[in-house]
């Protein structure tokens, strides 16, 4: 098992410094699967995360200007990789100004995954900074735990708001609500929407638009043939939100939101080369 | 004494003050005819800072009047205030704490519940360049009073009335000459290396490598996992420092949270840092040097348990700091004989005869008896009311004081050992006085 990758563009470097950022906030340990065109990182759906699980998909070619993988076989020329990403992210903080960075993975101690900077000095020669961040090596067997997740079967798909805006109107509920009511319909409204004893809030979005979902098989068909008005609501832990639009630091160009009806919250980011798909499952 | 800064100083000032507010919770003031000096030291005695101010670094500078009988008056102040005071009772006339004191024009007396700090005058380093023009510090050993007046913007005056303690000089004896290794870089360097690690880290590694490269490392605790810690190591080439003495596959591990105030000062004040080291277990002494100000920051380094049970060759050999592959399965026996050295310490057992600790005496002994012996023992030629602090006033029966929650065991009963024979009643004439003070007194 082998894999090394190298980054020299800063705007890259800067980019996947982001992207390990956001999964930093939102994932204390994760799953990193290395493949030969991707990288991935994966929060599985167990009841140690709360019901919550991630998946954020990069194609390595956008970041990457090195980047060689050679699997357990041939067949399978993948790796998984048990990792805690903050590590990397403090790993890659202060390489804002490297000229190059380094991503091997090593086996010395323990399998780990070395982040080699190379930063300018005012002498001639360049400073080295090495972290070698633990991993945990996740066998074969173990790798059908670690599969895409397929989009539900949602009541409404709705465009986002600005999740700077949304950011700061999920922050001030959570400070009256422990759970927050998701709500949105097929003519672009989306309702934001805290009930207590004392008091009840509701922020209304509207003309936010509904994503086109191609219904190539017809498995889509829960949006199909609904009253456009009739609002499909879930109710979530308003703290995994807050994570979500706090944490994000992909500045997407497109974000959106898939609601099964008292079941979960799907959301998904879209930037060019990165993806982030986010579950919310639903409160009793 | 009385002392007055100008200009761009009151900054440099009040930047030491941060510096030394990261190591105690007291900070000493000492007017001597050399400057005005400032210190601290922490509650576990393992690690020293001492700014030097020159005369020349201020305005006007009178240490004060020398009676013939009697030293300057030293004294100490509290650095930050820690605990919530408590409610001042009505009736009883309140210390005048803070109060625009300027004749002729309007007094608005300030009441302020609490007891003033040092660094409180000395919080905001922004506001202090943009609005203090001059400042003056005034000792008043009638009144019980350290004054600091604060000349602002717009004839506005701040006078804090300081209560202060009188003190026997703190002073760390260690000497830079005798450290075998030496390094010099422009803070800036070191600065920009320490970023590289979590501001939670506790303690930092510093290796000499091959052709005179120098590493930094965290430092991970023994009870650590390692398979769950990161570890992160940074190479410094020998150009970035200004000179490299260092004796090859030397290694020390010291706190990073006093070096770091260090540096912030040093790298304000754009000045080299020279670090000088021993063996582990030796303290090292960070200094910076100007025509108007000196600073020594001396720290406790974590004992190389290792150096005292085996050949000094066969250590050395066996230390070699590596950039090399082989180096985790070193980090590893390394870890192992610390687990070792901390339970011994605990037993009471000296860890390495190089570095024996003082053994304690029976509790019951009466602390005053024990201060005369000690005074009867002390070294010709040291002054009378001088004392060690040999950190067993655990055995004085007086409180203890507390632990630094960062510093591992090692520290703490490494440092005191350096400082006492085993088991003798006073400081031997060629052995080190980390620090003394006037905790005794009482």
Wanted: aromatic share 6%; net charge negative.
């Amino acid at each position: 098992m082998r894999f090394r990758a190298k980054i020299v563009d800063l705007a890259c470097l800067n980019h996947f410094s982001r992207v390990t950022n956001t999964i930093a906030k939102l994932a204390k340990t994760c799953t990193l699967r290395l493949t030969v065109s991707k990288l991935y990182f994966i929060l599985s759906d167990k009841v140690a995360n709360g019901g919550v699980s991630m998946w954020c998909e990069l194609s390595q070619g956008n970041f990457f200007d090195e980047f060689q993988i050679e699997g357990v076989a041939a067949e399978h020329n993948e790796i998984y990789l048990e990792l805690v990403p903050e590590n990397l992210s403090r790993a890659l903080k202060t390489a804002q100004s490297a000229k190059a960075v380094k991503i091997k993975l090593t086996n010395k101690h323990c399998p780990c995954l070395r982040v080699a900077v190379e930063l300018p000095s005012l002498s001639s020669s360049s400073r080295i900074v090495t972290h070698d961040i633990p991993v945990g090596v996740i066998p074969r067997r173990l790798w059908n735990d670690f599969r895409e997740p397929s989009v539900p079967d949602f009541d409404v798909s709705v465009y986002l708001p600005l999740l700077k805006t949304m950011k700061s109107v999920v922050e001030r509920m959570k400070n009256l609500s422990n759970s927050i009511v998701i709500e949105a319909n097929l003519s672009g409204e989306m309702n934001l929407k805290i009930e207590t004893d004392l008091v009840s809030v509701t922020t209304h979005f509207k003309d936010l638009g509904n994503p086109p979902w191609a219904s190539e098989d017809g498995c889509q068909s829960s949006a199909q043939g609904r009253d456009l008005e009739r609002m499909a609501e879930a109710r979530i832990d308003i703290k995994k939100l807050q994570q979500l639009l706090a944490g994000q630091q992909v500045n997407p160009t497109k974000a959106l939101c898939n609601i099964v009806s008292k079941r979960i919250v799907h959301f998904i980011l879209l930037h060019e080369d990165v993806s982030l798909q986010y579950f919310i499952p639903a409160l009793a | 004494m009385k002392c007055v800064i100008t200009g761009s100083n009151v900054k440099v000032l009040g930047r030491a003050v941060h510096s030394l507010s990261r190591i105690g919770d007291e900070l000493y003031l000492e007017p001597t005819e050399s400057g005005l000096s400032l210190r601290a030291v922490n509650s576990s005695r393992s690690a020293f800072a001492a700014f030097l101010f020159a005369p020349l670094f201020f305005q006007l500078y009178e240490a004060g009047g020398r009676q013939p009988d009697r030293e300057l008056l030293r004294c100490k102040v509290l650095m930050k205030v820690q605990h919530p005071p408590p409610a001042p009772c009505p009736g009883t006339p309140k210390a005048p704490h803070c109060s625009g004191a300027v004749p002729g024009r309007v007094t608005v007396p300030v009441s302020v519940p609490c007891p003033q700090s040092f660094l409180g005058i000395f919080r905001s380093l922004p506001s202090l360049e943009k609005t203090v023009g001059k400042c003056l510090i005034l000792l008043k050993p009638r009144a019980s009073r350290l004054v600091v007046q604060l000349h602002c913007k717009y004839g506005v005056t701040k006078t804090h009335n300081l209560a202060f303690q009188e003190c026997e000089r703190l002073q760390a004896v260690f000497d830079t000459q005798s450290c075998a290794s030496s390094l010099c870089a422009p803070a800036r360097v070191l600065a920009e290396a320490v970023v590289h690690f979590p501001q939670t880290l506790a303690e930092v590694t510093l290796g000499a490598g091959p052709g005179g490269k120098i590493s930094l490392r965290n430092y991970v605790e023994d009870e650590a996992e390692p398979t769950k810690t990161m570890v992160t190591e940074l190479w410094l080439a020998k150009e970035e420092f200004q000179t490299v003495a260092v004796a090859p596959g030397s290694r020390i591990t010291f706190c990073l949270k006093e070096f770091r105030g260090l540096l912030t000062f040093a790298e304000a004040s754009n000045l080299p840092l020279t670090i000088h080291y021993d063996v582990p277990g030796r303290p090292v002494v960070f200094t910076l040097d100007d025509a108007v100000l000196e600073v020594h920051l001396v720290l406790a380094t974590l004992s190389d348990p290792e150096s005292g049970s085996q050949p000094p060759t066969a250590n050395g050999v066996s230390h070699l700091p590596a950039p090399s592959d082989d180096f985790a399965d070193d980090l590893e026996s390394y870890m192992i004989a610390m687990e070792t050295s901390a339970y011994e310490a605990g037993s009471g057992v000296p860890p390495s005869p190089t570095f024996p600790l003082h053994t304690p005496r029976p509790a019951e002994s009466d602390p005053e008896e024990e201060e005369e012996e000690e005074e009867e023992g002390a070294v010709p030629g040291t002054p009378p009311h001088k004392k060690v602090w040999d950190g067993h006033g655990r055995a004085w029966g007086r409180a203890q004081p507390p632990p630094d929650p960062h510093l591992s065991p090692q520290f703490r009963s490494l440092f005191f050992g350096s400082v006492l024979m085993p088991g003798g009643p006073g400081p031997a004439p060629t052995q080190e006085v980390l620090a003394e003070d006037s905790d005794g007194e009482y």
